[in-house]
T-cell receptor, first 112, second 114 residues
Framework: EAGVAQSPRYKIIEKRQSVAFWCNPI?????LYWYQQILGQGPKLLIQ????????DSQLPKDRFSAERLKGVDSTLKIQPAKLEDSAVYLC??????????FGQGTRLTVV | DQQVKQNSPSLSVQEGRISILNCDYT??????FLWYKKYPAEGPTFLIS?????DKNEDGRFTVFLNKSAKHLSLHIVPSQPGDSAVYFC?????????????FGKGTHLIIQP
């Protein structure tokens, strides 16, 4: 069974630039999450989708972050404009509804 | 305010011995707990979970214990193997075992020494 796919693996941008990350969840998983993991911390939930609807985006900095999940499958997370403190690993995860989330390899973002 | 706490940033254990990783939580609404394992440059991998209606769950070398009154859970690995060296994250959910977002601790770096 194919896992959660994310791209790119690495991205370096200058502050105030924009960046987008892509995620393809495990086939058939209705729930998709984006997490942010800052160095030395555990992953922090940014947004949760159920099919193509947003379930929880309470921790998403909406002035600069946006996410969408068109057609209830793939998802993109965008940051515009990026700040230095956005440097982190962005993890996408999906779940069939069992409570267990399956994670992709993540995208390591460095903002300089 | 951290709702899930892993107070040991690192733990060193000799190969073959028992590894015990601890986790405390503050939110009494949490009812589902998970342990994830993470290697460098990879995403977290699910290891084992436990519902709040149980106090123990076992899967091979891995056992998770839950003490609801103390709001404490632990992961036991017996015997510890070199491949167990990784960062272990404790996570919790208040979604009734459903697919709600997880709250993670900061992780414990387990080092298995030969």
């Amino acid at each position: 069974e194919a896992g959660v796919a994310q791209s790119p693996r690495y991205k370096i941008i200058e502050k105030r630039q924009s960046v987008a990350f892509w995620c393809n969840p495990i086939s058939g998983h209705a729930t998709l999450y984006w997490y942010q993991q800052i160095l030395g911390q555990g992953p922090k939930l940014l947004i949760q989708f159920q099919n193509n609807g947003v379930v929880d985006d309470s921790q998403l900095p909406k002035d600069r972050f946006s996410a969408e999940r068109l057609k209830g499958v793939d998802s993109t997370l965008k940051i515009q404009p990026a700040k230095l403190e956005d440097s982190a690993v962005y993890l996408c995860a999906s779940s069939p509804g069992s409570g267990v989330a399956f994670f992709g390899q993540g995208t390591r973002l460095t903002v300089v | 305010d951290q709702q899930v706490k892993q107070n040991s940033p690192s733990l060193s254990v000799q190969e073959g011995r028992i590894s015990i990783l601890n986790c405390d939580y503050t939110n009494s609404m949490f009812d589902y707990f998970l342990w994830y394992k993470k290697y460098p440059a990879e995403g977290p991998t699910f290891l084992i979970s436990i519902s709040s209606i149980k106090d123990k769950n076992e899967d091979g070398r891995f056992t998770v214990f839950l003490n609801k009154s103390a709001k404490h859970l632990s992961l036991h690995i017996v015997p510890s193997q070199p491949g167990d060296s990784a960062v272990y994250f404790c996570a919790a959910s208040d979604g009734g075992g459903g697919a709600d977002g997880l709250t993670f601790g900061k992780g414990t770096h387990l080092i298995i020494q030969p």
